[in-house]
Structures are given as C-alpha cells and as structure tokens.
C-alpha cells in the first residue's frame, strides 16, 4: 500500500490577470492559511505552507477522513473563518492559527473550515503531473461539502467582470490557474496568478504622528477617519458631525506628499482632537479638512482598517461628505 506524500504547497508566481485568461481556470481567493490535508484510512495530518504539523490546532476537520469515505487523499487548500457577512477573515483565524490544542469555548466561537482546491494524490495514484482541468475533475468527484469542509468554487464569468464584482461586495481577489498546467510543490510558478481586488475609499485626515529613524523630524503615519453622517444630515438633526477613528496608515507616504501635507498641516494644526473617540496612539492633530484615498484589505472587527496603504491626495472631495459605509458603521457603533 503507497503511502501518501509529503507535499509542499505550489505558490502563485504572477500577479495580475494573466495575458490569456482564456486559458485559466479562475477561483475565489481565500484569505486564510494554507493547508496540506493528508488522510489515510482514519487518520488526518495537516501541515502548514512550512511543513509544520498543525493539525492539533483544527481539531474539527479530523471528520474530513469520514467525509471521504473509502478514500485517501493528499489535498491542498486554505482553512479559513468566515465572519457575519460570510466572508473569510484572517483577523478571526488568527485567533486559532496559534493555539494547538484550542478549549471548546474557542471551538464555538470561531469555528473554522476547510476549503479544498486542489487533490494533488488520490488512493495511491500520484495526481500532481496531471493537467489543472483534471485534478479538478477528482477533487470535484470527491464531493466535499460538510460542516468544516467543503471544495472551493470555479467563477464562470471574466477577469475585468469579476474585479467589478469583487470590488463592489468588498472580496480580496481571485486566482487564475492555467487549465492545462502540472502542479509544482514548493514552487513558485506563473501558472498560477494572484490577481487581488483591493479595496479603496476616501478618509479624513484627522492628525498625524512623527516617522522613525531618518524621519524622525517629519510624518511617519496619517490619522483616520469617517464622519458619522454628512454634513446635510447633521443639520437636519442639529448637531454636529462626529469624526471616528478608523486607524492609521504610513505606507504610501513619499518625500513629495510628505512635503505637501507639511505645508497643509501647519495651516489647520489644532491643539485637540477631531475624533469622536481619541486614539490611544500620541498624535499631533488637525482640523479635519483634507481627504485621502486609501487601499485596505480588510475593515477588522473593532472597526480600524487591515494594511491600509495612502494613494493620494483628494483635492477634488470635500471632507464633511465622507462618511461611514454600512461595513464600517457596525463596527464602530459602540465607539460613537
């Protein structure tokens, strides 16, 4: 009886949309961690993208050896949490990512789930010189769908379609895989592309605190925020607008914006904080006048934006008109 491989997971080696998508076959890209599930007979393994025995850390996916019957496999995919919107989070996971032997309130409070999308090895055959169309074709016959387990779906739509979609309901990206390639372990191959949707929006800049090292002197980080309501709103109902913090962000900051929001800064600094809700962070603030565009991943649970980037100045938006989207008021509803 063969017994099953070792794999080190295949990784994505372009980005963007590949020069013919035609060719490739596109999935929802996860944001989790990446997963080896090894079974046979009755036993399961999971290993991370380093090799590392995880298992004991996902105690709820042992039912997957059940799940596939009379079969063994060697599966790749991304163990996730999904939050309420049914989205998947990687500030949830991470609260199980390190725990290996997770109590049962923690069980119940972020359950995780399994998404296969890849059978690199099925009961004793190894899969991995076969074309992507055909491994699909086993791990589709394998049939997952379960409580903690369930096989990734393939988009049937386009590229440019499916980053208008993904944009507007706020997903990470996609993956494009080329229907005909051999899958790689451990390698990075341009078979596989990563093609991420971003999320952008406007924000106020609320304040600012001093960079490290060489820009000690100058601005290391910008202060964040959404007003409550618009300015029309907060008339009718005859109070003022509330500016809530939403994080902070230093990536993207270069010498030339830099120098222009110096300029800008000393002409609206303020001795007190716009924010509803003052960030423990020490800041030196503004008036809330100017707008940036920001690129985020994602809104995290507490209402502050994960690996925000500045994309630039907006000149051509008026603060008092920024405010909270549905995703972003639920999460600071306590805060205001």
């Known amino acids: ?44 393994t999971l290993t991370n993208r380093r090799g590392g025995d995880i298992t004991t850390t996902y105690p709820e ?13 060697v599966l790749d995919g991304e163990v996730v949490s999904f939050d309420a919107r049914g989205q998947t989070s990687f500030q949830r996971l ?4 390190h725990v290996k032997e997770p109590p049962n309130r923690l069980l119940a409070d972020t359950p995780v789930t399994f998404v296969a999308f890849d059978a690199l090895w099925l009961d004793g055959v190894t899969l991995v010189e076969r074309a992507q169309h055909e491994r699909r074709r086993f791990l589709e016959e394998l049939e997952l769908g379960g409580r903690a387990w369930q096989t990734v779906p393939v988009l049937d739509a386009a590229p440019d379609e499916l980053l208008a979609a993904c ?10 895989k080329h229907r005909e390639a051999r899958y790689q372990p451990g390698r990075r191959s341009g ?19 001093p960079g490290q090292g060489s820009r000690s002197s100058s601005i290391g980080s910008l202060a964040l925020g959404c007003f409550d309501v618009d300015r029309a709103e907060a008339e009718r109902r005859g109070a003022p607008q509330r500016l809530v913090y939403v994080g902070q962000a230093g990536s993207g900051l270069n010498e030339a914006m830099i ?33 940036v565009e920001v690129a985020y991943s994602e809104v995290t649970e507490s209402g502050l934006l994960r690996q925000p980037s500045i994309k ?22 306590d805060r205001c």
């Open 1 to 44: 009886m063969s017994r099953a491989p070792r794999l080190a997971p295949m990784l994505a080696g372009g980005n963007g949309i590949p020069p013919d998508p035609a060719a490739y076959q596109l999935e929802p890209k996860l944001d989790g961690q990446r997963v080896i599930a090894i079974v046979e007979g009755d036993d399961i």
């Open 61 to 73: 996916l042992r039912g997957l050896a059940g799940a596939l019957g009379d079969h063994e496999a």
């Open 94 to 97: 991470q609260r199980r990512m």
């Open 167 to 176: 944009r507007e309901i706020g997903l990470e990206g996609f993956m494009a």
């Open 191 to 209: 078979a596989w592309w990563k093609i991420k949707c971003g999320r952008r929006r406007e924000l106020v800049v609320g304040g600012w605190s």
């Open 259 to 291: 120098g222009q929001l110096r300029q800008l800064f000393r002409q609206i600094e303020t001795p007190t904080s716009p924010f509803v809700d003052v960030p423990a962070a020490p800041l030196r603030f503004v008036r809330p006048l100017l707008v």
């Open 312 to 333: 630039g100045l907006r000149t051509d938006v008026v603060a008092d008109q920024v405010v909270l989207d549905a995703e972003l008021a639920s999460r600071v509803a």
